[in-house]
Every structure is written in structure tokens, then in C-alpha cells.
């Protein structure tokens, strides 16, 4: 059984910085791209960040450039999300999700699993 269980979220204020972790159990986690999504209330999930199997490459929304960084560890099948410089406008449920054989994408259709969410909130 595949499970992606995210951990990390939380509240915090603007300006700082939160580390969001996903670990996944069941999958050869290295034939999979993962990827990160948020979804604000009454909106469908947006793209945030993914990598390819190896962690190469690495792609990143516009919205987060230059402020999140994602980085994965096959040995630990974990993939984590650090977010810095937080803005209010960054609140939402954050998803972990797994692409086999993906490079990637920006699309949350092409992704096979799915975690449970995190809530993040960032207060002005």
C-alpha cells in the first residue's frame, strides 16, 4: 500500500519560514518524480515545485521562486519543501505527490499518490 504522509506545516508569520517534509513508504520511490501542490479554499490544487527521480531538475512556480527550495533524499524516500520568506498569500493545504516514471510535471493529473495534505499559515 502506498502512503505519502506529510509532515511540517503549521503557523507562522510573515517573513519566516517553514520546512515541509513528505515521506513515502510503499513505492520504489526512486522511479517517481514527486511534487508539491497547495490548494486555497475553493480552488483547484496549483503546482508549487517537482523533480525528476534524481532530483535533477528542479522546477518551481513562479509565485515561489527564489524563496522554496526542494530537495529529496531516495535513501530516505523522503522529499521536503523548505519555505522561506513567507507571505500571507502562501496559506493553503500543501500536498506531496508521486509521478511514476514523471519528470515532473506542473499538471496534479499526471500524478499517480497523493498524501493527506498540510495546513500552512502565514499571518500578515
Known amino acids: 500500500q502506498v502512503q505519502l504522509v506529510e509532515s511540517g506545516g503549521g503557523l507562522v508569520q510573515a517573513g519566516g519560514s517553514l520546512r515541509l517534509s513528505c515521506a513515502a513508504s510503499g513505492l520504489a520511490f526512486n522511479t517517481y518524480a514527486m511534487g508539491w501542490f497547495r490548494q486555497f479554499p475553493g480552488k483547484e490544487r496549483e503546482f508549487v515545485s517537482a523533480?525528476?527521480?534524481?532530483?535533477?531538475?528542479?522546477y518551481y512556480a513562479d509565485s515561489v521562486k527564489g524563496r522554496f527550495s526542494l530537495s529529496r533524499d531516495n535513501a530516505k524516500a523522503t522529499v521536503d519543501l523548505q519555505m522561506n520568506s513567507l507571505k500571507p498569500e502562501d496559506t493553503a493545504v500543501y500536498y506531496c505527490?508521486?509521478?511514476?516514471w514523471g519528470w515532473g510535471s506542473t499538471e496534479a493529473a499526471k500524478y499517480n499518490y497523493w498524501g493527506q495534505g498540510t495546513q500552512v499559515t502565514v499571518s500578515s
Open positions: 505527490a508521486a509521478e511514476q
Open positions: 523533480t525528476r527521480w534524481d532530483g535533477a531538475p528542479k
